[in-house]
C-alpha cells in the first residue's frame, strides 16, 4: 500500500469513527479526530504537487495523535487497515 492509500484509508476509518461517536454523543472523541484529520486533506493537496511528502503527512499525523494522547487509536486503526486488505 502506498502512503497516499494509507493516508485515504485513515481519513475513512476518522470519518466512520467521527460518524459513530457522534450518533453515541461522544463530542470528545469527535472533537480529538477533527483536530487530528482536519488538515490532511490540504496537505495531501500540497503532496500531489511535490511540496510536501505523504511520509511528512503520516508523520504529523503521528505526532498530533501523540499530543492528543489518542496513539491507541491510530494503533487500532493501522491494524484494522492491515486487517481488511489482507496479504498481498
Not at 50 to 73: F, H, M, N, P, V
Amino acid at each position: 500500500m502506498t502512503e497516499k492509500e494509507y493516508l485515504f484509508e485513515l481519513l475513512f476509518r476518522a470519518f466512520l469513527d467521527i460518524r459513530v461517536a457522534s450518533y453515541a454523543k461522544d463530542s470528545h472523541t469527535c472533537f480529538i479526530l477533527a483536530d487530528v484529520f482536519h488538515n490532511v486533506p490540504l496537505q495531501m493537496n500540497r503532496a500531489d504537487k511535490d511540496e510536501k511528502g505523504y511520509a511528512e503527512i503520516l508523520a504529523d499525523i503521528k505526532e498530533r495523535c501523540e499530543r492528543r494522547q489518542c496513539t491507541s487509536w491510530l494503533d487500532t486503526a493501522t491494524s484494522d487497515i492491515a486487517k481488511r486488505r489482507g496479504p498481498k
